[in-house]
């Protein structure tokens, strides 16, 4: 499998407190990845220093097959070189309809007179019907995206986030504040945006993380502490220790 993201030896530290310590992470092409761990264990840190927002005192972050750094880009470029992500929040346009937030999201040009003049060519509306079918929201495309319940939103702006088509999608906590339906519509909607991109999704939910069925990363004091399947972690002392032993 082809490293498609490669993060080692980065820490950071704010005030004194080292929220990243020797962090080393890699992500293969098409990978779908979970990261567990406590609060304070680095999660949130790992994706702001990913896509720019935070930037380590120390360490590498090697992106793709030409090994850019992405210590050297703004955040807007490393969006553009292929990594989206997705907050906790949904950050959608709720006035809009379902379809119009999915069209605006789509990977065309983005300077100010093309969204200015922005027509939808035929590629386009296959696309988006694509996308709404991936998502499971065909048939609410002329709702105005403010009346989605909580799960359809979150539904709506990873397909906001995949009409982008980016190669690596980091997800924060996708089931909070989800039914049990939701929840499993959401784990079927991730595996299958991770056959065709990586993947990496920050969770709480064991069942869910569970159901994800994928390599689990369990972050501690912001480092590794333990890789492998769920089984595999969670029968590792140092995680029975730190994190289900709470």
């Known amino acids: 499998m082809n490293t ?12 004194g407190f080292k929220a990243i310590n020797n962090l080393s992470i890699q992500i293969a092409e098409r990978e779908l990845r979970a990261v567990i761990g406590p609060n304070g264990a680095g999660k949130t840190t790992f994706m702001d220093i990913v896509t720019g927002k935070t930037r380590p005192d120390e360490g590498r972050v090697i992106w793709g097959e030409k090994s850019v750094s992405l210590l050297s880009m703004s955040e807007s470029q490393i969006a553009r070189a292929g990594i989206g992500r997705k907050f906790q929040k949904p950050t959608i346009f709720e006035d809009q309809s379902v379809r119009d937030n999915i069209a605006m999201a789509l990977k065309n040009p983005r300077g100010p007179f093309d969204v200015l003049f922005f027509r939808e060519r035929p590629a386009d509306a296959a696309r988006i019907d694509e996308i709404a079918g991936e998502i499971g929201l065909s048939g609410e495309m002329a709702r105005p995206a403010g009346e989605l319940s909580h799960g359809q939103k979150q539904w709506l702006e990873i397909g906001m986030l995949l009409a982008q088509d980016p190669r690596l999608l980091l997800v924060d906590e996708p089931a909070a504040g989800m039914t049990p339906a939701e929840r499993e519509h959401t784990t079927d909607l991730l595996k299958r945006a991770a056959e065709t991109r990586a993947v990496v999704v920050i969770e709480h939910d064991m069942e869910f993380v569970r159901r994800l069925n994928c390599k689990v990363t369990v972050l501690h004091e912001g480092s590794v502490l333990a890789e492998g399947s769920l089984d595999h972690v969670t029968k590792n002392q140092h995680v029975i220790d730190v994190y289900l032993g709470r």
């Open 4 to 15: 498609l993201l490669e993060v080692s030896g980065v820490s950071v530290s704010f005030d």
